[in-house]
Antibody, heavy 124, light 111 residues
């Protein structure tokens, strides 16, 4: 059974960098059959896909966040990570990591496994 | 910013059937058979209920079914149960580069 678990600080000061890690268990992050995503949900709001990464390190970021966003993968630890710089209160959200299938090169927004989510609050 | 439009709320009595719509454009819902549906209970992560318009992942109840017509997809819950009370989100593959793939979300209430 594949499981994903987010970890990282729950409180970040404005203008600082939000850093989260997702640890994958029960399956290898090195499988080329999947891509690995970060999705966030502002309090009481909908879902926002902010980016994804392949095991190879190839990434795609939401254009509106691209200048502040960096994702990386550590296959030796079966983890992938998110860094969001220059955060403001509008970055306060529950952050989820999730797995999606890489089907014939098509990146479908089809997320079959999710982490439990971690609330990150941006406040001084 | 959500790319797909859903009704804010839908309600039904136990045992009834309800349908949630997800309206997009020919660049997303209408152009591809890559629509997914997620169920989210309060404080929990979303759960994949339907993928590729009408396919159910292993373990998902047969009471959940999906379909598509033109630029709109639908999720039908038959034999509504108290445990179905949750938020539901659709998503669709899109030609847009914005990663705006999710619907606005629908709160399902079991009366």
């Amino acid at each position: 059974q594949v499981q994903l678990q987010e970890s990282g600080p729950g409180l970040v000061k404005p203008s600082q960098t939000l850093s989260l890690t997702c640890t994958v268990s029960g399956g290898s992050i090195s499988s080329g059959d999947y891509y690995w995503s970060w999705i966030r949900q502002h309090p009481g709001k909908g879902l926002e896909w902010i980016g994804y990464i392949y095991y190879s390190g190839s990434t795609y970021y939401k254009p509106s966040l691209k200048s502040r966003l960096a994702m990386s993968v550590d296959t030796s630890k079966n983890q992938f990570s998110l860094k969001l710089s220059s955060v403001t209160a509008t970055d306060t959200a529950v952050y989820y990591c999730a797995r999606g299938p890489a089907t014939f090169g098509v990146v479908k927004p089809e997320f079959d496994y999710w982490g439990q989510g971690t609330l990150v609050t941006v406040s001084s | 910013q959500s790319a797909l439009t859903q009704p804010a709320s839908v309600s039904g009595s136990p045992g009834q059937s309800i349908t949630i719509s997800c309206t997009g454009t020919s660049s997303d819902v209408g152009g591809f058979n890559y629509v997914s549906w997620y169920q989210q209970h309060p404080g929990r992560a979303p759960k994949l209920m339907i993928y590729d318009v009408s396919h159910r992942p292993s373990g998902v109840s047969h009471r959940f079914s999906g379909s598509k017509s033109g630029n709109a997809a639908s999720l039908t819950i038959s034999g509504l149960q108290a445990e179905d009370e949750a938020d539901y989100f659709c998503s669709s593959y899109t030609t847009s580069s914005t990663l705006d793939v999710f619907g606005t979300g629908t709160k399902v209430t079991v009366l």
